[in-house]
């Protein structure tokens, strides 16, 4: 079993920057791969961002070149650093851990509204 804790979710004016941290409940040195999903009102969830255990890092088009995600195995954390917000971005920010092919674990998210 593998727990994911977010945080750093809020409230943010748009243009404004946000950092979610996600950490894990063993070493992030163990997973396949670990990513961020979004969710917003009466949509699917979607891929954000996501890296892979060779630092390997893909992004969604619609956040290309305003978010980055980061892995920091000495404290078994995934950042994701969120600049030049758009109101679209808002959603619930869930972290996903994936330690083998067959099992898939997600964080309870963290709310992200972008709002003037």
């Known amino acids: 079993q593998v727990q994911l804790v977010e945080s750093g979710g809020g409230l943010v004016q748009p243009g404004g920057s946000l950092r979610l941290s996600c950490a894990a409940s063993r070493s992030t040195l163990s997973f396949m791969s670990m990513s961020w999903y979004r969710q917003a009102p009466g949509k699917q969830r979607e891929l954000v961002a996501r890296?892979?255990?060779?630092?390997?890092?893909s992004y969604a088009d619609s956040v290309k070149d305003r978010f980055t995600i980061s892995r920091d195995d000495a404290k078994n954390t995934v950042h994701l650093q969120m600049n030049s917000l758009k109101p679209e971005d808002t959603a619930v920010y869930y972290c996903?851990?994936?330690?083998?092919?067959?099992?898939?674990?997600y964080g309870q998210g963290t709310q992200v509204t972008v709002s003037s």
């Open positions: 890296i892979t255990s060779g630092g390997s890092t």
């Open positions: 996903n851990a994936v330690p083998s092919i067959l099992k898939s674990y």
